[in-house]
Nanobody
Framework: QVQLVESGGGLVQPGGSLRVSCTVSGIIFSINTMSWHRQAPGKERELVASITTGGSAEYADFVNGRFTISRNNAKSTVALQMNSLKPEDTAVYYC?????????????WGQGTQVTVSS
């Protein structure tokens, strides 16, 4: 059974930094694109950043150079380094991965980790 487990959320002051990580476990053949999404209260879930197996990254416009997504293919992990955080970055952050298993190619989500930006 495939599992994605996030870690690293918490409370940070405006202008601060935080790093969230996600580890994939289970019997898998390969991991394709990995991404981070977020959902603030009362809002729809939105894409923050994605990264391909080869390391090509894309970011939402609101990131504006503040976040960096990275992955370690050998360890099946993806991370999001967030700098210059703003109160509007407050949300539950979810990782997602497109994973090939014996059952085919499917998208899997983590359970989410809360990031709160507040003074």
């Amino acid at each position: 059974q495939v599992q994605l487990v996030e870690s690293g959320g918490g409370l940070v002051q405006p202008g601060g930094s935080l790093r969230v990580s996600c580890t994939v476990s289970g019997i898998i053949f390969s991991i394709n694109t990995m991404s981070w999404h977020r959902q603030a209260p009362g809002k729809e879930r939105e894409l923050v950043a994605s990264i391909t197996t080869g390391g090509s990254a894309e970011y939402a416009d609101f990131v504006n150079g503040r976040f960096t997504i990275s992955r370690n293919n050998a360890k099946s992990t993806v991370a999001l380094q967030m700098n210059s955080l703003k109160p509007e970055d407050t949300a539950v952050y979810y990782c997602k991965a497109r994973i090939a298993t014996r059952g085919g190619l499917n998208d899997y989500w983590g359970q989410g980790t809360q990031v709160t930006v507040s003074s």
